[in-house]
């Protein structure tokens, strides 16, 4: 069973980038499917992005299309949420989850492995 654990999380200003870091403990993370979700100050929790196994394919929610960019390293065993251009409603708990499916999809039931999630205030 593979263990996740985020980091990168912090407080920006908006317009600012900021790079989450999703990484795994004692298994690599070349056979999961990866994404980021996200959960805003009284909301439920969202689908923000998301890599296929490969890399070949990714996924993003229409609000953070053209700013936020998922990549994965297999040789760091690590997966990176770029989040460019942040807005105030950025600001949420970020969670990175895996799963064994060949590509993202934004069901956070198809992703049984969650990290504990990292803090993104972004103020004005």
């Known amino acids: 069973q593979v263990q996740l654990v985020e980091s990168g999380g912090g407080l920006a200003q908006a317009g600012g980038s900021l790079r989450l870091s999703c990484s795994a403990s004692?298994?690599?993370?070349?056979?999961?499917?990866i994404a980021w979700f996200r959960q805003p100050p009284g909301k439920e929790r969202e689908f923000a992005a998301g890599?296929?196994?490969?890399?070949?394919?990714?996924l993003y929610t229409d609000s953070v299309k053209g700013r936020f960019t998922i990549s994965r390293d297999s040789a760091k065993n690590t997966v990176y949420l770029q989040m460019n251009s942040r807005k105030l409603e950025d600001t949420a708990g970020y969670y990175c989850?895996?799963?064994?499916?060949?590509?993202?999809?934004?069901?956070?039931?198809?992703?049984?492995?969650w990290g504990p999630g990292t803090q993104v205030t972004v103020s004005s």
């Open positions: 890599i296929s196994r490969t890399g070949a394919n990714t």
């Open positions: 004692g298994r690599t993370l070349t056979g999961y499917t």
């Open positions: 989850a895996g799963s064994f499916v060949e590509r993202p999809v934004e069901t956070s039931l198809q992703y049984p492995y």
